[in-house]
């Protein structure tokens, strides 16, 4: 999927200007770490409870938030992903499972591409977001595939936002 977007998330995202973070800075929150222009995670996998850690830092920079804490803590997300109720139907197990594999995967890839909130009702329908465009992209590409589903997709705020929508 590299490279396979037309559009450049960094330029129009108001949260990821790398100008603000020197190499180095840890994010308090995650503790991603900014390197060479990007994020990545320190040294072992993300933890499920990121805010939980011991707080022992080596780092001495600056405690600045990376993007997507900012983005949680503002719940301002970059992705939404609705899913209809009728595509739910007999298959919320089988849905839900792939959501957290794909998520999974790209957060272990991508620091700032997270679910940001995440509402699953037993009626339906169910509305995803993400901390960024990537993540919300293979949400609603993989589901498309797996259910066979129709995928739509607008963008909002000149790009830097984007709202999907899955349906039978
Ligand atoms: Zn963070």
């Not at 609705?82 to 794909?102: F, K, M, S």
């Not at 993400?130 to 607008?154: K, P, Q």
């Not at 963008?155 to 709202?163: R, S």
């Amino acid at each position: 999927m590299h490279g396979a977007g037309v559009i450049r998330e960094d330029e129009h995202d108001p949260y990821r200007r790398a100008e603000k973070w020197p190499d180095g800075t840890q994010c308090p929150q995650c503790r991603a770490v900014m390197h060479r222009g990007a994020w990545r995670w320190a040294s072992e996998p993300p933890a499920a409870t990121p805010a939980a850690t011991s707080g022992q830092s080596r780092h001495s920079s600056s405690p600045h938030l990376c993007p997507a804490c900012q983005r949680i803590r503002s719940h301002d997300a970059a992705g939404v992903l609705v899913i209809d109720a009728e595509l739910l139907a007999g298959r919320h197990d089988q849905i839900r499972a792939t959501i957290q594999a794909i998520a999974r995967a790209e957060e272990r890839e991508h620091p700032l591409e997270r679910i940001l909130a995440f509402e699953a009702s037993a009626q339906g329908p169910w509305t995803i977001e993400t901390t960024g465009l990537h993540l919300v992209r293979r949400l609603g590409h993989g589901l498309e595939r797996a259910t066979g589903s129709v995928l739509s997709t607008r963008y909002l705020q000149g790009e830097a936002k984007a709202v999907m929508h899955l349906s039978r």
